[in-house]
Structure formats: C-alpha cells, structure tokens
C-alpha cells in the first residue's frame, strides 16, 4: 500500500522530509527507518494486528506509521498525555493487541494482551483484519464531550495522495492522532516537502519555527489565529516566509477572519474542509476574507439535504466502532454540519449537535460569538444552550474578559451591543465570567452538547 511513497521519497534522498529538534532528517533516512522497523514488527509476531501507536509528532513517529500500514496492521495513533481512563476506553473498544510507543530511536511494545481478553472484535475490525488490508483508527477531538471512534481502509486513505501538491516547508500543526494532522504528514511527504515539527503549539513557539526555519504552510484552527492576533507575536517573529495559512477544524468567526486578512494581506488564506470521517478534501475559498469555498476535486461529491452537507467520496471511513452509521441508503456520509449553498460554493454554518433551539428558533453559536468577541472588553466566548423551563433553552455565553469589570456592568454592555447586531433570541440571557481557558489542547474551543427538557 505505501509502494508509491517509498519509490517517492527514494528520488528525494538527502532532500529533509523533517526538521525535528532543529536537526534534519532527509528522505533516504527515512527510508530506512521504514524498512528497519518493519523488519522489527515482522519479526515481533505484530504483523496484521491491531495496535495502538502512543506519539506526538516525530520523525520516528511518522516513520512507525507507515511501517505499522506495511505490515496491514490497523494502528490506533494515541496522544501520549492521554489520561489513562480514556486510552483503557479506546484501547477496549478497539479490542488492541499490542500498545506500541518510542522508546529513544526504538519501537517498543508497552504492553500486549492475551487474544480476546477483551470480548468480541468489533465486526468491522474483523473484516478489515481478514482482507489484510491495514487501517486507521481516529477518535474525533470530542471538543462536545463525546468522541466516535472512525474506521478507515488505509488503501483507500492513502489514494487520496497519490495527487502530488507544491512541495512546500509545513508546520504539522494538528496533532498525530488527529485527521489533520495525518493529513498534514502524508500530503507533505507525498510531495516531497519538508513537515518543521513543533516543541509546543503556543503562538511563540510556532512563530519562532516559521522565522527559524522559513516555513511556507501552516494548518490551524480559527482559535490558534484569533489567539496569534491577540498576542501580536508577528510583530517580534520575521513571517515573511509564511505563503499559505488553511484553516478548519471548526467555524471561522468572520470578525477573526476580516482582521487577520487585514494583519496578513499577503499570506494566502483558505478555508479547509475535513473531518475524522472524510479525511481533508481540497478546497478554494471564493476569495480572500470569504467563509464561502469549493471543494476542488472530481471525486467527492457533495449536496446540501434538510440543511445538512452530506459528502460522497470513495475514501471515506468505512464505519465507526461507537456510533450508528451516519452513511444514507445510497452511500452519501451525514457530516454532520449545517450549510448552506450560495453563489454555487458552500458555507458552513456550525455543528448540527452544537445548535441551541430557542422557542423552536435556531441560534448558531458562532455567530454570536462572533459578535461577543467584537466587544473590547471581551478576549473570547464559548457559546452554549442551557436547559429552559419557558423556551426549551436559552442562550449562556461564558466568557474571558480583557478588563475588569462586574457582571452586571458586563450583562449591560453585551445587551446595549447586541441590541442591533443580533435578535432578542440570540442575545445570551446567561453570562458566567471566567479566567479558565477556553480551549483545548487541539487549539479548539470547547462545547459540551445541550438538550431540550423532558
């Protein structure tokens, strides 16, 4: 299955698939290390297995990946600073065999378990084990509590990347265990670019790499932008280098999108579109400072049904280990996602489990987030639905102020600024101060689900 990379990555040679620790590691090295440990997990009885894959992006990493699918394991990539409750639920669920990790420059075996210990493989798996095929599993980032395990064929996930893109210096910023992030490896090293990993994901530390090591592309989340804006590090860091920034994983605030068109008219800013189930599609966004895109491949096909963007690509998931089937009848995928078509591109316009219903009324959290961060004396809003005994829910908004102020003062202000912008309904009717962040390791702001009263 990752024949075509390796002949690939053979032309590279002493070209730097990767810049970790401020030392490179060129595309012959990398060859090797693919071979050396498949000889290792051949030679470990892992072959054909499934396995966890506990790692942060690393040139090691990477390699391990790709070997493990060489091998048709079915490979589990896991965050090491994973609580444990939840790696023993992931690793139950997915009935793993063998846990894998780094050890120095080493593949090791963490611990392994005695077969069907756990119960019954999850059909799925069983039938992706018996084609031999190998296979990905990716458990959503759960930024509203709850994460779905997602089922891919690593033959199909890897097709996608035999379309070659500009070879260009990345900043893998979304993690290893996160679609984007495997994303961001494969399509780089597909193409023969060079992925600058990161020490930590802070405004500072990416903008000392992008300086340090001249990088080109950097995929991130809308709150990573909002936060560089705030903190005004390209006015200390040299960004010149900087052509591309793609961003998804969640809504775009136009308000975030406006300024940073206005802080970076020269980088070229495009909206992505991807998910755990999907993978990321190639996108065009209408044009600079538009939340209006299209999706720019022959293969996927996409309609807007009830409201709702439903996606038909042949590398798709294959299912999920947790969760019903979100596949219609004729094979398009539920995304998920409210979206609307307009001028003949897409935009979206939130998750459908993230919508407040207020009195029948639909209220788009990011829209009044939006709206709440335009207020000097707001640094950001998390949007929510709370229980309502007279509308079914009402509007909370828990934010993080940028002066002090009471929380009478701060209910009056928002009122008095929304009165125009937004209709009573969506005005926030709760407001709960705090200097707890907002957000999530993966740069995301975090939601839990709401629902209507009984």
């Keep these: 299955m990752i024949d075509f990379l390796l002949e690939r990555f053979a032309t590279h040679g002493q070209q730097p698939a990767f810049i970790w620790e401020d030392q490179e590691y060129s595309y012959d090295w990398l060859v090797d290390q693919i071979f050396l440990m498949e000889e290792w997990i051949a030679r470990e009885g892992i072959s054909r297995q499934v396995v966890t894959l506990e790692e942060d992006y690393s040139p090691y990493a990477a390699a391990a990946l790709l070997a493990l699918l060489k091998e048709s394991c079915i490979v589990l990539p896991m965050d090491r600073n994973l609580v444990e409750a939840k790696r023993n639920e992931y690793v139950k669920l997915a009935h793993v065999a063998v846990r894998l990790e780094r050890n120095a420059d080493r593949l090791v075996v963490k611990q392994m378990y005695e077969p069907h210990s756990e119960g019954v493989t999850p059909p799925i798996l069983t039938e992706l084990g018996k084609e031999q095929l190998g296979g990905l599993v990716l458990f959503s980032s759960g930024s509203t509590g709850v994460s779905k395990a997602t089922v891919h064929r690593a033959d199909l996930l890897l097709h996608s990347f035999r379309r070659q893109v500009r070879s260009l210096r ?266 707890e962040t907002l957000i999530n390791s993966r740069m995301k702001k975090v939601r839990k689900p709401v629902s209507s009263p009984d």
């Design 170 to 435: 990345t900043i893998p910023f979304m993690m290893f265990d996160h679609i984007g992030g495997v994303n961001t490896m494969l399509q780089s090293l597909s193409s023969g670019g060079c992925l600058c990993i990161l020490a930590n994901r802070t405004p500072d530390e990416v903008c000392r790499t992008i300086q340090k090591h001249r990088v080109q592309a950097l995929p991130v989340s809308p709150t990573f932008m909002n936060l560089l804006l705030l903190g005004k590090q390209d006015e200390t860091y040299d960004l010149s280098s900087l052509e591309v920034v793609s961003y998804g994983s969640e809504v775009m605030p136009e308000s975030v999108l406006a300024a940073w068109t206005r802080r970076f008219p020269r980088i070229r800013t495009i909206q992505a579109y991807g998910m755990s189930e999907v993978g990321i599609l190639p996108t065009r966004s209408k044009e600079p400072g538009s939340l209006l895109f299209s999706i720019q491949d022959e293969e996927v096909k996409y309609r807007v049904v009830d409201g709702e963007l439903q996606i038909h690509t042949a590398t798709a998931m294959i299912g999920y280990l947790n969760a019903p089937s979100p596949f219609t009848e004729d094979g398009w995928l539920r995304t998920g996602d409210e979206a609307v078509i307009e001028q003949g591109y897409i935009r979206i316009l939130g998750r459908r489990s993230e919508i407040i219903n207020v009195g029948g009324w639909k209220v788009y959290p990011a829209e009044v987030e939006n709206v709440l961060e335009m207020m000097d004396c707001i640094e950001a809003a998390v949007v929510t639905g709370e229980v309502s005994g007279i509308t079914g829910q009402q509007v909370k908004a828990i934010v993080r102020i940028s002066s002090p102020c009471s929380l009478t003062e701060l209910r009056r202000a928002i009122w008095v600024y929304c009165q125009d912008k937004l209709p009573p309904y969506k005005i926030p009717q709760k407001i709960v101060i705090t200097e």
